[in-house]
């Protein structure tokens, strides 16, 4: 194919791509700040930031002097035989920010959760013996498509077609403790679950939850595993999600904003499991490779600037703000404001299909986090001009729907 011609690319990309995804019929050419442009030359202002993956926003200086460096010196990529700076430098941030105490290095969320997964029960077979394999994750969450990380997803429609699952998982009510009781047995190897649920809605986690899963992972020896991957490096306000809520898991599943655009994923396990993974158990070609491990350098490096978190801190207070300011003027459209930090949700009456639509048209990026749940995961470098530009548009959408 060598036309720029929009239409052509489009129509070759639906003609070679496995029918995976349902496009929007833009094709994304270049990005600034906060905002991307279109093969046709429109400018759109970006509050998905590639599903809550670009967190620095786009042509970040920093992010791009430590890709170019790596590839200046002639090489992304030289395996996991060998030692190399830019992931070691990655690790022993994500090991300071953290207070855990390893780091594993994959290329995405689902990935992570895989590594998570194997822990588990690596975990559960040294400590309670060979049966002691059973993950409970939470109904209506998301962890990845793999077969793992696919399971441990507790929405039956992403299971659909692919049976049989992998045994052993067992699903409990997210926020409710006493359903998560009734399934620990001495074969529970670990608890995995996201502080917020994304995929599922936009829906955080009560901290006293947490809280009473870290305390039923103590008492019966079981890993409490959080799946941060969309939540965490930075989009609540700290380098991690867990921070937040002020319980540490004895692992946590990383991707999206690690790499803040390249595809990295890490798996981050604090003592209690440190020691658990041997030479073999477990590995990743790519995993922190020199590229890789460059942009998460970066990416943490900008997480240990207290500006840069409180700059988060701030726009997000001024992000709920005008959420809420936004129900109150069309309650009759807008059921709920929920989220943390540069994670919100406005849950909506009707399908947020066309909602989303009409936003895209008027040069707006939104994705849906369910069916009536619209999602606002803007870069973490998004200014309150650009929230403002954001409520302008959206606000002319809910008046043209009402
Ligand atoms: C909480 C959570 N976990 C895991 C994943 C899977 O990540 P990936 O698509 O990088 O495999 C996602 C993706 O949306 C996610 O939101």
């Known amino acids: 194919m060598n036309s720029d011609n929009t239409s052509d690319i489009i129509a070759t990309g639906t003609s070679a791509f496995a029918q995976t995804y349902a496009q929007l019929p833009i094709v994304i050419a270049s990005g600034a700040g906060c905002t991307v442009t279109d093969t046709d030359g429109k400018t759109y202002l970006d509050f ?7 967190a620095l926003g786009y042509g970040d200086t920093d992010l791009a002097k430590a890709l170019h460096a790596v590839i200046d010196a002639g090489i992304t990529h030289c395996s996991n035989l060998y030692w190399n700076t830019p992931a070691v430098t990655a690790a022993a941030s994500l090991v300071r920010l953290s207070g855990l105490k390893k780091v594993f290095f994959c290329n995405s969320g689902a990935e992570a959760n895989e590594a998570a997964l194997k822990l588990a029960r690596k975990y559960g077979h040294l400590h309670k013996g060979p049966n002691a394999n059973m993950v409970i994750s939470m109904q209506n969450s998301f962890h990845g498509r793999t077969y793992g990380a696919v399971t441990a997803t507790g929405q039956q429609k992403y299971h659909k077609g692919f049976a049989p699952m ?19 047995s001495e074969r529970t190897c670990a608890i995995l679950v996201e502080p917020i649920q994304g995929e599922g809605g936009i829906i955080p986690a009560e901290r ?5 899963l870290r305390a039923l992972c103590d008492e019966q020896d079981i890993l409490l595993i959080f799946d941060e991957v969309q939540c965490g490096m ?12 002020d319980v540490t898991p004895d692992a946590v599943s990383l991707a999206k904003g690690l790499g803040a655009g390249v595809p ?13 993974f041997v030479p ?10 020199f590229l890789a491990g460059a942009a998460a350098a970066c990416m943490t490096e900008k997480l240990s600037d207290p500006q840069f978190l409180s700059h988060i801190t701030g726009v997000s207070a001024y992000l709920a703000e005008q959420l809420t300011g936004l129900q109150k003027q069309f309650p009759d459209q807008i059921t709920q404001v ?4 540069l994670m919100m949700g406005l849950a909506m009456k009707e399908p947020v299909r066309p909602l989303i639509a009409a936003c895209l048209e008027r040069r707006l990026l939104l994705v849906g986090a369910g069916t009536h749940v619209v999602r606002f995961v803007p870069p973490l470098t998004v200014t309150k001009a650009d929230i403002d530009q954001a409520m302008g548009i959206l606000t002319e959408v809910l008046i043209s729907q009402s």
């Open 48 to 54: 998905v930031a590639g599903i809550a993956v670009n």
């Open 338 to 341: 929920r989220g943390m930090g």
């Open 280 to 289: 073999g158990d477990h590995a990743s070609t790519f995993g922190g490779n």
């Open 234 to 245: 930075g989009r609540l306000g700290m380098p991690f999600a867990f921070q937040q809520f």
């Open 208 to 212: 006293a939850f947490l809280e009473g």
């Open 166 to 184: 992998m045994p052993d998982i067992a699903y409990a009510q997210f926020n409710d403790l006493e359903s998560v009781k009734q399934l620990v």
């Open 264 to 276: 990295v994923g890490a798996l981050v396990i604090g003592e209690q499991a440190a020691d658990t």
